[in-house]
């Protein structure tokens, strides 16, 4: 009864505000869609400027607006007059149309085409109808802007882009996923065309696992998210693919010494598109040739992705998107008294149903299939008891429906409401740890399937010109559990001067998914687990507050936000986990609690002839488990104090562009060994055994984590074709960066065998040396 009251009173305040606020203005208003005049896409983002006509042939500045997901448009309501509307847009050329209103009240449609050029440095300028994004933690990334920036392989990757960002944290260069304020990589959602993918990283965080140049737009929101997202504690990575060109085929293809990739796209028909996309890296052939004695591990990867688009009329659309990727990470032959082998599987096929009902209403249904498979495995060849055989599986496979409405029922006020239902069936395959008395492994091969339902509502107002909110709630039921999950969600920001806006947010989520990984193994351990009638639903609750502030002609930007997150129902493997067959895998977890809290600073140069920024993050992530670490808090291995990132790109000349990127990191935690000791019942006639004695956790810390990379292109046509030439210099002074350490014996090459009588020794592994790479794309 409680639970319907809170959800009645939500909806009560709500119909409340709509009532007395909302009625429509009279007048005209300009609502249209603008698509790309060569293939006939939808643009994004495009910055729409209203002026009015003060005397002849004067006008004066009285509204902005941008271009939502679909390239559409709509403004507020103006009274009848002469007006001038100019379209902006990184990538296109400007585009100003002079309109008289032949009527005093009503919609005129007004759709436009804009024509491609050259990315300009100075494009990027913000001027004063520049429409602030207003959201809180929110960053969108035109992908024209990502085309002027560093990239690691040669190619853009927006993966590595947003770890440049402040807060946007990466474990190690072998970590699977990102940390985002706290959150561990499983708290993030990441939607490519509206289907989730459980993990959107390549190997080490390299690339993403989506072709940057399939990309059509990206939003990232680090924390507070709106009611319309969920299932996650952490943050929102948004994705939305092209549809293909319209008009014509063309493509890009690009070659260089690690990696490889392609891009074509075409019209099937005159409502029919298609955009495949695929890449390949080859790294590990490389080091065969080049680390042959390197103990540095060795890893490729490929993934595809095709895409059809039927555009049955201006309003309506329809969508089939699959990818598929596949990496592997696997030791090196260099012997280190222990081999392992880890590679993870992302597979999906998601269907887009987009209908618009006139220009007010906008409905969007996915239906989408998804699958991840993870192994990793460890084996000891030492027969060391410091170390255990370990292998681990999980294959996961969901099935998703989703709707959301938005209505648009007045010029500032917008509703949103939707459902998502899930299916989830996951098959922990097994988990292993080799027992040498036993001589046997305990193999468990554990099934479940779950569903979860979501219902959300969600309002964007803005009262007043100077006054944005977004007020809403999610409310989700999961199979498992009796209880009903109530998640509210607020935003405000307010602008003091046009270029002073001050945030604030507040978010409660939930998550039914856990990552459980190993505390005593610094390879990637993943085990995805979901939630039981035992182990329960994470829950987080977050508060961010923040301001931006634009100065010299917008042209720069500073912000700075902080936030506070509690964390609820988290699950850990407990310090001594037995396993047998007819023990279940979360019998061996415990549960505990968490906080994370930091401060975030942004510098944005973005025009002139140098571009970039400086992001600096000062945080602390803290877990406290009654069983764990004696009932003292401690680090998680990815709380890092530090985190600086200094982003440049600098245009020579109009082909000659150079980049760079320079990383620092506060060294993460790390749980090591620090004794042992022999014992044997003499009575009994028992052999020798060894006990084994760890730090607390995460009480050492490896080094300070540092990398300069620097990025050459020049831009030229060849045989009368568009190339791009590229040199990356990658880890510019070689520096020895560790990505674990561990305790061996000495390794006697002529015996080909361990001096187990020799001192045990603290090694480290490192990756990622110095490595020039170079190649080139052409498009056609």
Do not use: C
């Not at 300009?30 to 790309?36: A, R």
């Not at 965080?205 to 319309?228: C, H, Q, V, W």
């Not at 099934?447 to 007020?471: A, C, G, H, R």
């Amino acid at each position: 009864m409680i639970l319907f009251k809170k959800i009645a009173a939500i909806l009560s305040i709500i119909i409340l505000i709509f009532n007395t606020n909302f009625a429509q203005s009279k007048g005209v208003r300009i609502s249209g869609k603008i698509t790309d005049k060569e293939t006939n896409e939808a643009i994004i983002g495009v910055n729409i400027i209203i002026e009015k006509e003060i005397s002849p042939n004067s006008f004066q500045f009285i509204d902005g607006t941008a271009s939502d997901k679909d390239g559409s448009y709509v403004t507020q309501y103006f009274p009848q007059n002469k007006y001038r509307i100019i379209f902006k847009s990184i990538g296109y050329k400007e585009h100003s149309e002079i309109l008289n209103f032949s009527i005093k009240e009503g919609t005129l449609l007004f759709d436009i085409q804009l024509e491609p050029s050259a990315v300009e440095l100075e494009e990027i300028l913000v001027r004063d109808e520049k429409i602030i994004e207003k959201n809180v933690s929110v960053i969108n990334v035109p992908t024209k802007l990502l085309e002027l920036l560093p990239s690691i392989s040669g190619e853009i990757d927006v993966f590595r882009s947003l770890q440049l960002l402040p807060g946007v944290k990466v474990a190690s260069e072998l970590s699977n996923g990102v940390y985002i304020r706290g959150g561990s990589p499983d708290q993030n959602l990441t939607l490519v065309d509206g289907a989730m993918i459980y993990n959107p990283a390549h190997l080490g965080n390299i690339a993403s696992t989506f072709n940057t140049y399939a990309i059509y737009d990206m939003k990232l929101i680090k924390g507070a998210f709106p009611a319309e997202y969920g299932g996650r504690l952490s943050s929102v990575l948004d994705i939305k693919l092209r549809e293909g060109n319209k008009e014509k085929e063309m493509g890009r293809i690009g070659v260089g010494t690690i990696n490889s990739h392609a891009v074509i796209e075409g019209p099937i028909s005159d409502k029919v598109t298609y955009i495949f996309s695929g890449r390949v890296m080859y790294y590990d052939q490389l080091q065969k040739v080049f680390q042959k004695n390197s103990v540095t591990p060795r890893f490729n990867f490929y993934d595809a992705n095709i895409k059809l688009n039927y555009e049955i009329s201006k309003n309506e659309n329809i969508s089939l998107n699959t990818m598929y990727s596949k990496d592997n990470i696997y030791s090196s032959p260099v012997n280190l008294g222990f081999l392992y082998n880890i590679n993870w599987v992302n597979s999906n096929i998601g269907l887009n149903w987009i209908k618009g009902f006139g220009n007010d209403i906008i409905s969007s249904t996915n239906i989408s299939v998804i699958g991840y498979d993870f192994v990793s495995s460890l084996d000891d060849v030492t027969n060391d008891t410091l170390a255990n055989d370990f292998f681990t599986s999980s294959d996961l496979q969901d099935f998703s429906v989703k709707e959301k409405v938005e209505y648009k029922l007045s010029d500032s006020y917008t509703l949103k409401t939707g459902f998502e239902f899930l299916i989830h069936n996951y098959k922990l395959v097994n988990w292993i740890v080799y027992d040498p008395i036993l001589e046997t492994s305990p193999d468990h091969y554990e099934k479940y399937f779950s569903s979860e339902l979501s219902v959300f509502l969600q309002q964007e107002w803005d009262p007043f010109p100077y006054l944005n909110t977004n007020l809403g709630f999610r409310v989700f039921k999961f199979s498992q559990s009796k209880d009903v999950k109530i998640e509210p969600r607020l935003s405000l920001s307010l602008s003091i001067t046009d270029n002073l806006l001050l945030k604030t947010a507040y978010a409660e989520a939930h998550q039914f998914l856990h990552l459980i990984l190993r505390n005593d193994i610094r390879l990637p351990t993943d085990l995805w687990y979901p939630s039981t009638k035992n182990i329960l639903p994470a829950k987080s609750s977050q508060y961010v507050a923040g301001f931006d502030y634009y100065f010299n002609d917008k042209s720069y930007l500073v912000a700075l936000e902080g936030y506070y997150k509690d964390f609820g129902n988290l699950y850990e493997i407990q310090d001594l986990p037995s396993y047998s067959i007819d023990k279940k895998i979360e019998e061996n977890f415990t549960s505990g609690k968490g906080e994370a809290y930091g401060i975030e600073f942004f510098l944005n140069k973005r025009a002139g002839s140098f571009i970039g920024w400086i992001g600096y993050t000062f945080s602390y992530t803290k877990r406290l488990f009654e069983v764990l670490n004696t009932g003292r808090i401690y680090p998680p291995r990815y709380d890092r104090r530090h985190d600086v990132s200094i982003v440049g790109s600098y245009k020579i000349f109009d082909n000659f562009n150079i980049g760079f990127t320079w990383t620092y990191s506060s060294g993460p935690g790390l749980t090591m060994p620090t004794s042992k000791y022999y014992y044997k019942n003499e009575e009994l006639n028992e052999e020798e055994k060894v006990q084994i004695y760890y730090s607390a956790r995460n009480e050492f810390q490896l080094s300070d984590y540092h990398k300069l990379d620097i990025n050459v292109k020049y831009n030229t046509l060849f045989l009368d074709y568009p190339f791009e030439f590229y040199v990356n210099l990658l880890n510019v002074y070689n520096q020895k960066n560790a990505f674990t350490q561990y305790i061996s014996y000495d390794y006697n090459e002529n015996t080909n065998a361990y001096d187990y009588n020799s001192s045990l020794k603290l090694r480290q592994i490192t990756l990622m040396p110095f490595f020039p790479t170079f190649g080139f794309s052409v498009k056609f």
